[in-house]
């Protein structure tokens, strides 16, 4: 019977946890290591909502792209959602695992995800880590088929399911042959997309400042930190699936963007 921890390893195995930030807590969030795994619920998110799916349909292990505890917790009275899913897990039996920036920074983690999705070719992150072997860091930044940059900006916004895709609008009409990008929150890689000489950087969670500052100078594309990061589900299952063929593994049908847009008229 295969056990939280034979997840946990498998996971590692692929993203290793010294790849993490230090800022961040990857790993097992909840449960005894030794539990017996009846069922695996992939997301990105540990909501209450991804809680009782996990109890519909009998899995007792759920695995997420974003750590449900980041920086600890004083005490468990039900007062916020991480605390009544915490709370929840203990009661039922359910285990919580997170791989996140070592999920990222690893070979064929996050950005190579994306990379693939988009057909970019020789590949290498746009930053590397500094435990790695020179394939693993984060983001990316590879060659595409010379595209004109309103085409490309559609491949992007049809690839990733994007409702409302922000670009630099200061930016001239060029045409994509090189793209860096990075899942998630990529701001803080704009200087090295730039430095890579990308023609567009593609992330999620890019500031006003950053259109203003960096756009005259390079295509800047923001296509949210969940449509970015939603194919770390993908990635979680081959990992767990290389490894464990006979785990039962689920993707969350319940998982939707916290991110609401109003569109004017």
């Given at each position: 019977?295969?056990?939280?921890?034979?997840?946990?390893q498998?996971i590692?195995?692929?993203?290793?946890?010294?790849?993490?930030?230090?800022w961040?807590?990857?790993?097992?969030q909840?449960?005894?290591?030794e539990?017996?795994?009846s069922?695996v619920l992939?997301?990105?998110d540990v909501?209450?909502e991804?809680m009782q799916e996990?109890m519909k349909?009998?899995?007792?292990?759920i695995?997420?792209?974003?750590p449900?505890i980041?920086?600890g917790?004083?005490?468990?009275?039900g007062a916020?959602p991480?605390e009544?899913?915490?709370?929840l897990?203990i009661?039922?039996g359910?285990?919580?695992?997170?791989?996140?920036?070592?999920?990222?920074?690893?070979?064929?983690?996050?950005?190579?995800?994306?990379?693939h999705m988009?057909?970019l070719?020789d590949c290498?992150p746009l930053?590397?880590s500094s435990t790695?072997d020179?394939?693993?860091?984060?983001?990316i930044?590879g060659?595409?088929?010379p595209t004109?940059?309103?085409?490309f900006?559609?491949?992007?916004?049809?690839?990733?399911?994007?409702k409302?895709?922000?670009?630099?609008?200061q930016t001239?009409?060029?045409?994509?042959r090189?793209v860096a990008?990075?899942?998630?929150?990529?701001?803080?890689?704009?200087?090295?997309?730039?430095?890579s000489?990308?023609?567009?950087y593609?992330?999620g969670?890019l500031k006003?400042?950053?259109?203003?500052?960096y756009?005259?100078d390079?295509?800047l594309?923001d296509?949210?930190?969940f449509?970015?990061?939603?194919?770390s589900?993908?990635i979680?299952f081959?990992?767990?699936?290389e490894?464990?063929?006979?785990?039962v593994?689920?993707f969350?049908?319940?998982?939707?963007?916290p991110?609401?847009?109003m569109s004017g008229?």
């Amino acid at each position: 019977m295969t056990k939280v921890k034979d997840i946990a390893q498998a996971i590692e195995l692929f993203a290793p946890l010294q790849l993490k930030e230090s800022w961040d807590n990857p790993g097992l969030q909840v449960g005894d290591p030794e539990m017996n795994v009846s069922a695996v619920l992939l997301c990105l998110d540990v909501t209450e909502e991804i809680m009782q799916e996990a109890m519909k349909r009998d899995c007792n292990m759920i695995v997420s792209h974003h750590p449900l505890i980041f920086g600890g917790l004083k005490r468990l009275t039900g007062a916020s959602p991480v605390e009544r899913i915490a709370e929840l897990a203990i009661r039922e039996g359910i285990a919580i695992y997170s791989a996140h920036t070592n999920l990222d920074s690893t070979y064929e983690g996050v950005s190579y995800e994306m990379a693939h999705m988009l057909g970019l070719s020789d590949c290498r992150p746009l930053e590397l880590s500094s435990t790695g072997d020179g394939k693993q860091g984060l983001g990316i930044v590879g060659n595409v088929r010379p595209t004109p940059k309103l085409e490309f900006l559609r491949k992007v916004r049809e690839t990733f399911e994007v409702k409302e895709l922000r670009y630099s609008a200061q930016t001239p009409g060029i045409v994509v042959r090189k793209v860096a990008l990075c899942g998630g929150s990529g701001g803080s890689l704009l200087k090295e997309a730039l430095e890579s000489e990308a023609d567009v950087y593609l992330c999620g969670d890019l500031k006003y400042h950053d259109f203003t500052t960096y756009g005259p100078d390079i295509l800047l594309a923001d296509i949210g930190h969940f449509e970015s990061e939603l194919c770390s589900r993908k990635i979680l299952f081959r990992a767990i699936r290389e490894r464990l063929p006979e785990c039962v593994i689920y993707f969350s049908e319940c998982e939707k963007n916290p991110v609401r847009i109003m569109s004017g008229e």
